[in-house]
Every structure is written in C-alpha cells, then in structure tokens.
C-alpha cells in the first residue's frame, strides 16, 4: 500500500523561493500587456474615431473597426495553437516560456521600427501584436506552472503568484497612465523588451529550484512515492513530453469536466468581447482626440488597482474557505449585475464600472481559479487542454463575441447588448457550478505528492454524485 504525504497548509522553503521566481515571471509578463493594452487601443481608436473605416460599403466607427480588427487574430489563433502543440511535445516548460519570450522580443523590435512610419497597418499589426503576446506567453507561463505544482501545492502558492501578475498589472498600468503623453512609442517597446528579458532568466532560475522541491507527480507513476533529487529532475524534464499515448482532440472532448473549463472560457471571452465595445464605443461617444488615450489608461490604471486589492484581500481568503466553486462565481455575478446597471443606465461610468469588474476580477480572483481548474488533468491530456481550450477555445470563442457583437451593432445601440451579456452569463455560471464542483470531487481526499490520476469514464465513476452527472452542463457539445 502506498504511504502517502499528509496534506500541508504552510509554504515550505524551497516552495517560497519557486512562488516567488513564479510571481515575479508572471509581473513582468502582466506588467508588458498592461503596459501595450492602453497604448494599441488608443491608437486604433483615435485612428479611426475622427476618419470612419470603410469595409464594402459599410462606413464602420471607431469601436465596430476594433471588433474586425479582432477578427484577425482568429487565424492566428489557428496557427499559434498548432505551434503550441508542436513544441510543447518537443520542449520542456521553461524552455518553451523562452522561446515564447524571444519571439515576443523579435516581434517588439520589429513594431518599433514599423510604427515610425505611422501608417494604418503599423497600427493594425500593433493591435494583433498585443493579443498574441497574452495569448502566447500566458499559455506557456501556465503550462509551466501547472506542470511544478499539485492541486494542495496550488492552493497554497497559487494566491501569491497570481498576486505578481496583479501587481505587474499595476505598475505597468500606472507607468503608462503617468508617462502615455511623454514617451515615444520606441521607449515603450525597451521597457517591454527589457522586462521580457527578465522573463527568460527568472524561467531558468524556476526550473532549477523546482528540482528541490519534493513534488513526486512530474516523475512517472512507478517513482510516484520517492524523492526527487537532481538526476531524477533532469530526467523528467527531458522524457515528459515525450511519452505516448497522448490524447487527440477528441478524447479531450468526451471528458466532461474538460468541456465544462473551455465552457467557463468561452462563455467570458463572449460576455468580455461585448463589454468592451460597449467600453469602446461609450469612449468614443462621449470623449474626442488625445483625451481618449488619457482615459483609457486612467480606466485600465483603476482596473489594476482594483485587482491588486482583490489579490490582495480577498482571492486567497476565498480559495482557502469557500472553495474554487465561489471564487469562479464572483465574476460572472459582478458582470451579470454590471450588465443589469448597463441596461439602466448606458453612461461613459457605468461602461467604466463594467470594464473594471471584467479586466479586475479577471486577472486575480477568476485567474487563481481558473488555473486551478487544470491540476487534477492528468499530464497526458494537460498540455493539449490547455492548448486547446486557452488558445483556440478562447480566440474562437472571442471571434464568436466579436461577430456577434458586429452585426447586432448595425441594428441595435450598444445599450441593448447587454441583454446577451446576460443571457450568457447565466450558462456561464451552470458551467462554473459544475466544473467547481467536480473540481473537489477530483482533488478530495489526495495528498500532497500531486494530482490524481484522471478517471478514463467519469460516467462511470461511483465517486461522481448522481445529481452531478445529470447536471446540464454534462451533456455539452462544442
């Protein structure tokens, strides 16, 4: 019978110094997308906010040309996907966080050039730039940290690394809301350059702790129970992604709790879309030239502020006592009565109060959760969830969100929009409910030494309650 590692509620040591490496990867990677966000935005909007762009024959405002502008990262959704895959079968975490870091350098120094130019593609290549590098830097950060950590590990360290994130979101929200009107766009891009950098050695500085941590679930099944020592570390490290029989997409779809993950996902990435071109267009409406950058950033400064608060004191109190299911609960709620406000009152605050509740809830609480979703995966099927579900599952899902945004548009105010919002958060939280709750059926009565191996038929399982099988969501189909 195996012995197994009684659970654990302090930080350890070694633990402290990889969630501290972790926090500080994941500040520089939020503190660079906060740092591009305000600054792609405001230029595609004040592009075309005085100059309507015509798309066959139809004159689109400022905030409809950003939901086409969207559109294009759909195909390149397609491409960083298969990417993904390829080489996270070929390298190990912390070297694919590498490669996504040098291709973010390369692409920086390349916009920084092509920008001077100040033409309409520099400023379109700006804005899909921004998107590919959250989309690409987040799934390799996470897909490294998913793989050092078990789900009590999580628990524990989770809050605190999240909490770097929230904090890089502030600094570079801040710096760029105080120096937006003073730099150029070239020293923008050494900053980012620079912190990305950073990336790259505080990555290599993590896989080397990990090696000390005594974490038996990155070894195979049959060293499950023994100490990692260094020699042992660097075989996993160079045989994991190598092993067989892993899992095409549609073994991924049959597992239900899988699809209820990229249900959560695609429910918010649509509900997002909508929210922020009603952000957009109340901005474009209400304000005109240089003063809609100064309130972007303004908004997106209040954003980060409010999630730090929340990182701060609130997401690990509620991870700790009331579980995964309420902290994936908060923001589809908040939203859901944001939207509520929105029908009531479409007002430049009320639309700033909605993009708040989205972005600040989003990148702390819903993160930490959210993430924690994937620990009881099994390896196997871990790197192409994650692939699938946070690279195409999210762009797709975001293309979805964007079309439907476009066309109901031209026929509707940005008021009425709202009502979709609703309508979809509704099944968003049946999802969260669900995934919350097998979430703990999946993690219950583990130890520490890491994930349980994943059920082949959660039909099956005696351990799945019967009211849990038939719960809606179960039946989903994308």
Known sequence: MTNRVPKRTHISNNELLFAILMSLQFFFIIGVFWILKPLKKALFIQQYDSQPFTFFHWSMSAAQTELLAKNMN???????????????????????????????????????????????????????????????????????????????????????????????????????????????????????????????????????????????????????DKKIDTASCREDHSTESKTSGTPGIRQLLRSRYIMSIAAIVASYEIVSSIIDFQFSAAVSHFLDGPAIGAYFSTVYMMVNIVSLSIQLFATGLVMRKLGVTHALLFLPISLLLGSVSFLIAPILLVGALLCIFDNGLNYSMNQSAKESLYIPVHASRKYNAKAIIDIFTQRSAKAVGVNLTLLLSAVLSFRWLAAMSVCIIVFWIASAVYAGRRFDTLTDNHSDDGPPKWEKSEKNNPRVPRKMRLFPITHLKL
């Open 74 to 224: 759909l195909l390149a959704a397609f491409a960083a996907m298969v990417f993904f895959i390829a080489l996270a079968k070929r390298f190990t975490r912390h070297v694919l966080l590498t490669i996504a870091s040098v291709l973010s350098i390369a692409g920086a120094v390349i916009l920084s050039i092509w920008l001077q130019t100040e033409t309409a593609a520099s400023v379109w290549a700006l804005y899909i730039f921004g998107d590919l590098f959250n989309m690409f830097m987040l799934a390799a950060f996470f897909a490294f940290l998913n793989d050092s950590v078990s789900a009590h590990q999580a628990k524990r360290l989770f809050g605190f690394i999240i909490f770097g994130g929230v904090l890089g979101g502030a600094v570079g929200s801040s710096l760029t809301r105080g120096l937006i009107s003073h730099l150029q766009m070239h020293y923008w891009f050494a900053i980012c350059i620079g912190m990305i950098t950073a990336v790259i050695a505080l990555a290599w500085a993590s896989a080397k702790q990990l090696c000390h941590i005594n974490h038996p679930s990155r070894l195979s099944q049959e060293s499950a």
